[in-house]
């Protein structure tokens, strides 16, 4: 089975400043993990995977993600907020093959001006 | 990549009425589709795995009498909400993989907003 823990539900930084959102993982498997985006009223957007390929993830709008197995760690970065960057951010956890994803309760990222 | 698609994006519908949405796999065949459900200001959850040519399977907790899952071809499953309520005023998302990708990543509908009234 697997469980993905975000730790905080709401952070808040300022603009220009580094983003830092924790993700924890649980699985039994390699775990395949994900992080998605999801503005107000709309859909999800993948920002970035870890498929067992570089531990150093870096996805779409600055975006990066280190996988450390040894933490368990999947935590999600940005040098720099946007204003943009507004948004709830989810990681998720998938095992191998034709499975769904386990989502964490998403953390909500404010960007003060 | 692979696209998933959904219909409708939105729907409004009066208590007690039943409503029909609709994943679609647009460039890619799926053996096998995942519905979530995702409350206002709360994460997704899955609901139930759609199998071509055979029953889904339910998460605990979800009522398989009230959301009816049909998954006839390769390319389309349907989620109907029967004798729909308020308390089903949610977010419905699908996902499906691609088999030549390794199915190493799930690929989501843009999701379908019901509210019931």
């Known amino acids: 089975a697997q469980s993905v823990t975000q730790l905080g539900s709401h952070v808040s930084v300022s603009e220009g400043a580094l983003v830092l959102l924790r993700c924890n993982y649980s699985?039994?498997?390699?775990?395949?993990l994900f992080w998605y985006v999801q503005y107000p009223n709309q859909g999800l957007q993948l920002l970035l995977k870890?498929?067992?390929?570089?531990?150093l993830v870096k996805g779409i709008n600055g975006f990066e993600a280190e996988f450390k197995k040894s933490e368990t760690s999947f935590h999600l970065t940005k040098p720099s907020a946007h204003m943009s960057d507004a948004a709830e951010y989810f990681c998720?956890?998938?095992?191998?093959?034709?499975?769904?994803?386990?989502f964490g309760k998403g953390t909500r990222l404010s960007v003060i001006a | 990549g692979a696209v998933v698609s959904q219909h409708p994006s939105r729907v409004i519908c009066k208590s007690g009425t039943s409503v029909k949405i609709e994943c679609r796999s647009l460039?890619?065949?799926?053996?096998?589709m995942f519905w979530y459900r995702q409350f206002p200001k709360q994460s997704l959850m899955l609901m139930a795995t759609s199998n071509e040519g055979s029953k889904a399977t339910y998460e605990q907790g979800v009522e398989k009498d009230k959301f009816l899952i049909n998954h006839a071809s390769l390319t389309l499953s349907t989620l109907t909400v029967t004798s729909a309520h308020p308390e089903d005023s949610s977010f419905y998302i699908c996902s499906a993989g691609e088999p030549s990708g390794g199915y190493n990543e799930q690929f989501f509908g843009p999701g379908t907003r019901l509210t019931v009234l």
């Open positions: 699985s039994s498997v390699p775990p395949y």
């Open positions: 998720a956890v998938k095992g191998r093959g034709n499975t769904p994803l386990v």
């Open positions: 460039d890619f065949q799926a053996t096998t």
């Open positions: 870890y498929t067992s390929a570089a531990t």
